[in-house]
Structures are given as structure tokens and as C-alpha cells.
């Protein structure tokens, strides 16, 4: 609610022990149990919810649908390899804008809510940190290309802009201590009872 979503949001916590987040077509947001049960704190998943109601309010999910199939459809009647290519560089160029707008509203809207961006910078050095530990484990192939190959932009990037609007903002904590251990309780898995339990 501090967060102020200007279109109608629905947001899920998806059962998954892998930490993500996504929005979808039509105020879908969708968090992972790995998400909240890896983050640092409170306005660490505040920041990662306002960057995805950022691409809700944009229409981002909706717009990639249509840009998708409407590339498809005309790469694959102008026909060729390169057709497919330039297809591919122009959702990928695309996809990367889409984040950039997502993380400025994301960071506007932390501001806005009195909730410091620091938490949302704490995601993305988390983030940083096993991007370079891959990128050590060596996949020349995707070093090369560098930013061509991604949907996002770097994690460096990311995190620079992040702390230059976190300088000096203070902020309320996202949640008070009993709603964030109330989170994190919703988000516990709990062993299966075995038979005769």
C-alpha cells in the first residue's frame, strides 16, 4: 500500500525456492518463497516489488507479448537467419529499456513511500556478487557479447544509479518487525506429515 501502485496489482508468493520475481499481463506480480526467505530484509523485497509494479505500470509484460509475436510473425515472413537475429537483438534491446524504466520507477516510488533504496541496492549486490562468481566459472561465449546477449541491464549499472538515488534518503522501514516475521512465517515450508502422524 505505501508503495501506491498507480494500476491494480495482485501480487502472489510463488512456492519456489528460487529467488525471483516477475510481473505479468494484466497487475500480475508474482514473488518467490526464495526471494523473501533470501532477503536481507524488508525493503530489500520492497524495492524488488516497486521495480515489478514499475513494469506493470508501464504495460511492460503486455507490450514484450506484443512485440514478440508481432516481430515473429513479420521475421518469419521476411524469412532467413538474419530475419530471426535482428528479431532477437530488438526484443533483447527492448526487454533491457524495459528494466532501466522499471528500476526508475521502482526507485521513485521507494522514495515517494519514504522507504530508502538501500535495500533494493543490497538485491542487486547480492546479484552482482554470483554474476561475477559465474562469470569466473568462465562462459566466454556470453563475456563476449557482453550486454548484447542479456535481458537486463548489468547488475553494475543497475546497482550505480540504485545508490546514487539511495545517497542521503532516509527512510521508514518497508515493514514494521511483526508484519516482516509474519512474511517470512507465510513463506516457511513445513515438512509433510507422514502416515499415522
Known amino acids: 500500500a505505501r508503495l501506491d501502485p498507480p494500476v491494480p496489482v495482485a501480487v502472489t508468493i510463488a512456492d519456489w ?5 516477475f510481473a505479468g499481463p494484466g497487475g500480475q506480480i508474482v514473488l518467490t518463497r526464495g526471494l523473501i526467505e533470501q532477503a536481507s530484509g524488508p525493503d530489500e523485497v520492497a524495492g524488488v516489488l516497486a521495480h515489478e509494479i514499475g513494469h506493470v505500470a508501464n504495460h511492460h509484460p503486455t507490450r514484450a507479448l506484443l512485440r514478440h509475436y508481432g516481430l515473429s510473425l513479420f521475421a518469419g515472413s521476411v524469412g532467413g537467419g ?3 537475429t535482428a528479431d532477437l537483438g530488438l526484443v533483447l534491446a527492448a526487454s533491457r529499456d524495459a528494466e532501466r524504466e522499471a528500476d526508475s520507477h521502482g526507485l521513485e516510488a521507494l522514495v515517494a513511500a519514504g522507504i530508502s533504496p538501500a535495500g533494493l541496492a543490497a538485491f542487486f549486490e547480492r546479484q552482482a556478487n554470483k554474476d561475477g562468481k559465474a562469470e569466473a566459472r568462465g562462459d566466454e561465449l556470453l563475456a563476449k557479447l557482453g550486454g548484447y546477449a542479456t ?4 547488475d553494475a549499472e543497475r546497482l550505480a544509479a ?6 542521503g534518503v532516509k527512510g521508514e522501514p518497508a515493514l514494521s518487525a511483526a508484519d516482516w516475521a509474519a512474511l517470512k512465517a507465510a513463506c516457511r ?3 509433510p506429515a507422514r502416515s499415522g502422524d
Open 17 to 21: 525456492s528460487l529467488p525471483n520475481a
Open 151 to 154: 535481458t537486463h541491464p548489468s
Open 162 to 167: 540504485i545508490r546514487a538515488a539511495a545517497k
Open 189 to 191: 515450508v513445513t515438512a
Open 82 to 84: 538474419f530475419a530471426q
